[in-house]
């Protein structure tokens, strides 16, 4: 039979019932009894007190505290007043899992008519509920359970039914299989219900904080045995799974057993064949082997040993020469020049075809016994066993830089290269593989310092010079700190008309023991530890401050320009913009009163994204100049895509113009090119009055050297701008405003 087409109107029976049963209690609601302890207790009971569950060990069933205070109610105040209290109960906790409207209010109806029925029972047999106290401890004990038992099977009942037609069972089946068990909570509900009623409320209060804490416990104590039984359950399944895993392999190895001595029985003829399948596994295991061997010891690239077994070889070697007195070994640590160039210009594969080339030519280079390794990147090191004389690895060093003059044919590119070897002898002393490899590559660097294209040989003075530079990182880094930095500026001069046009603020170091330190003595060190980058902000600050300050003092300096030199490292800083665009504005210096100097190598390194930063620092209106032009590589398609406004030829150029107007050709070059560009120039490294005159005839517009004056300090500038010196080069002894010759230049003036 289908019973699910009963559900609907079985449902709305009972809300319509439910509804019936609660607008009658409220009209006759005792109203005059409620007072202020019924609207507590019902508070209590609608906000929180289904929340508030108390569980019975291995029964799902729960207790929850709202059904003894609707009993409790019963008892106190009567049928209405519970049913009332019930339906807006179940009407509030339901609305705390369910917001579908026929759920609520089923649910509420339910206690309404399963509250009402119980009621009516009791006054049916009792004659009263609220009077039941004084009938007697065994009539009140009946009436309680009476009352649990009423409102178990009216309220089960309703819901067993409601499921019965749902899932189309008997209503028994409903019944038993869901509420059967139920019947304790609900006893236990009433017991409560009727001991509360019994002792008084005000007993129930005052025993508020043992109850509390009897309920903490008990809470406890059922997630322990929740937990102990977890922890048996488990046990015994991981104790099942050995015992199974034990049975299987039991069974696997029964097995294999059986087939081998099957197999031995039948197919004797076989086992030759699988001998002889092992045997070349083996030798294919073998031969994996010595190729990762191989690999583990050797550059993919070239083929060569690498730094690992270079690392061995020199252990033996320094094992040897401990032992023999006059075997005497030396590393050679070779890194190519410009290797970057070749790989930036030309690409990787091409890049990688020249190493491969140079490790061939180095193998041809050296006898049987010796060992070229690649470190890595474009270095090599080249091991040299047992030498007889320091001649021999002198002349070898010298070889290869000969053998590399001659160029690279790759793909059909001719590539020039060379390199610079670092040089360390046994006779120094080795005990660790380190220790050479680190002095044969100190060497290196000072070959590659010396001018590329050299060879060095390691001697103690240089470690000494390797201690003295880590200190001056030490202090530098304290420097930074304690600002012991001094600017100073040197003079810009309008080679037309001989006045100071502007200065170059330089940087120095006032390092306490060792007094005035140059930047080509820490600048280097400051850029490979990113030391400069705080640095060069402190000098623009301060550079922009003085500026300032003199521009403020006197009317005539407003024309003057200042030259602050930006490092590599500050150039590729990201915020490098905004903290120049912030200095400017808290000095209150006009930007295009700022030029800012970046050296050609930095610019032209990284051409494109070079652009995009001139462009933003020009957006800023300050000026922009080109430093130490002529040394660099310049691209010189490139040179107008730069948003440039000043060339500075390179102190080189202009220290080999000679009186007689020689070498002046690469002047004139730079000079042509940056004007038809629109770009100023401004010559670096003045030194002589015939410089001086040659510039000025070939139109260079500005100039810059020990001439005019060395770097000074802000005071000795001060008092240059004071005495409105005018250069000239016709007579040697330069003059001032007042035609009063004056001695040399402004050598007397404090000079770095
Ligand atoms: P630079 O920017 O090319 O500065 C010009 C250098 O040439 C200065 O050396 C200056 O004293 C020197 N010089 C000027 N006229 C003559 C001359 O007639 N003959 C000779 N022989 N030298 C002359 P200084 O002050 O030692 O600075 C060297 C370099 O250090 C600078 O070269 C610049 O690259 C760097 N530097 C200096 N200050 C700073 C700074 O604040 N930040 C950064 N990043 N670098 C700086
Ligand atoms: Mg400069
Ligand atoms: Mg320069």
Not at 136 to 151: I, N, P
Request: proline fraction near 3%; aromatic fraction near 10%.
């Amino acid at each position: 039979m289908d019973k699910q087409k009963w559900e609907f109107p079985y449902k709305w029976t009972i809300i319509a019932l439910g509804a019936l049963v609660v607008l009658s209690c409220g009209w006759s609601l005792p109203a005059a009894q409620l007072d202020l302890r019924f609207l507590l207790l019902a508070l209590f009971t609608i906000a929180g007190a289904s929340r508030i569950t108390v569980e019975i060990p291995r029964i799902t069933e729960q207790i929850s505290v709202s059904d003894t205070f609707i009993f409790l109610i019963m008892l106190l105040y009567g049928g209405e007043s519970a049913v009332l209290l019930a339906a807006a109960e179940a009407f509030v906790s339901t609305l705390r899992f369910s917001r579908k409207p026929t759920t609520v209010l089923l649910n509420a109806a339910t206690m309404a008519c399963s509250t009402f029925f119980t009621a009516s029972l009791l006054k049916l047999g009792f004659g009263t509920i609220t009077g039941l106290s004084g009938q007697g401890y065994s009539v009140f004990t009946v009436a309680v359970c009476v009352m649990a038992l009423a409102q178990y099977a009216v309220n089960t009942s309703i819901v067993a039914m409601g499921l019965a037609f749902r899932k189309n069972i008997s209503f028994w089946q409903a019944w038993s299989t869901n509420y059967l068990w139920s019947s304790i909570t609900y006893l236990m509900g009433a017991a409560v219900a009727g001991f509360i009623f019994m002792v008084g409320l005000s007993a129930l209060i005052l025993a508020l904080p043992i109850i509390a804490i009897v309920y903490y416990t008990y809470d406890k104590y059922l997630s322990d045995i929740k937990t102990t039984s977890a922890q048996a359950e488990q046990a015994e399944r991981e104790r099942a799974e050995a015992e199974h895993a034990r049975a299987e392999a039991e069974r696997q190895r029964a097995e294999i057993e059986h087939e081998r001595a099957v197999q031995a029985e039948r197919h004797v003829g076989e086992l030759n064949l699988h001998l002889a399948e092992q045997e070349r596994i083996s030798c294919a295991l073998q031969e994996s082997e010595e190729h990762f061997r191989h690999a583990a010891f050797h550059d993919a690239l070239t083929g060569l040993p690498n730094r690992a077994l270079l690392t061995e070889k020199l252990k033996a070697v320094i094992e040897r020469a401990t032992q023999h007195e006059d075997y005497q070994y030396a590393l050679l640590f070779l890194d190519l020049d410009r290797f970057k160039n070749i790989n930036d210009s030309l690409g990787h594969p091409i890049g990688d075809q020249m190493l491969i080339a140079m490790a061939r030519r180095l193998e041809h280079l050296v006898r049987e016994a010796d060992t070229v390794a690649r470190l890595g990147g474009d270095e090599f090191a080249i091991l040299l066993d047992d030498i007889s004389q320091f001649g021999d690895v002198l002349n070898l060093a010298e070889r290869i830089q000969e053998k590399l003059t001659l160029p690279f044919n790759l793909s059909g590119h001719e590539v020039f290269s060379s390199a610079s070897i670092g040089i360390a002898f046994s006779s120094t002393g080795y005990y660790h593989p380190e220790s050479i490899l680190r002095d044969a590559d100190t060497a290196m660097y000072r070959a590659k310092a010396q001018g590329k294209a050299c060879h060095e040989i390691f001697d103690k003075t240089m470690h000494a010079r390797v201690v003295d530079r880590l200190k001056l990182e030490y202090d530098l880094r304290y420097a930074v700190e304690r600002e012991e930095f001094l600017v100073y500026y040197q003079p810009i001069v309008s080679l037309d008309g001989g006045k100071l046009a502007g200065f170059e603020a330089l940087v120095r170091w006032q390092h306490p023991e060792r007094g005035l330190i140059s930047p080509t003595d820490f600048v280097p060190v400051a850029e490979e530890t990113g030391l400069i980058v705080p640095i060069g902000l402190w000098v623009l600050r301060e550079a922009c401050q003085q500026l300032a300050r003199w521009q403020w003092q006197s009317a005539e300096n407003r024309g003057l320009l200042l030259s602050v030199n930006l490092s590599g490292r500050q150039f590729a800083q990201p915020n490098l913009v905004g903290d120049i665009e912030r200095i400017l504005r808290e000095t209150h210096l006009d930007p295009k009163s700022l030029k800012l100097e970046i050296t050609e190598s930095v610019v032209m390194e990284n051409a494109e994204t070079a652009i995009s930063m001139l462009r933003q620092l020009k957006a800023l209106g300050v000026r922009l100049s080109i430093d130490d032009f002529g040394t660099g590589y310049s691209s010189l398609s490139y040179l107008h895509r730069f948003p440039i406004d000043t060339l500075k030829i390179d102190r080189s150029f202009v220290s080999r113009m000679g009186e007689n107007g020689e070498n002046a050709e690469i002047v004139r070059t730079i000079l042509t090119l940056a004007h038809n560009m629109g770009m100023e120039v401004i010559a670096e490294g003045i030194e002589k009055p015939e410089q001086f005159s040659q510039l000025k005839a070939l139109q260079c517009k500005y100039g810059q050297g020990y001439l005019f004056s060395r770097p000074v300090n802000a005071e000795a500038m001060e008092a240059l701008m004071a005495s409105r010196q005018q250069w000239q080069p016709e007579v040697s002894t330069l003059t001032t405003d007042f035609g009063r010759p004056k001695r040399s230049n402004i050598q007397h003036l404090r000079s770095a």
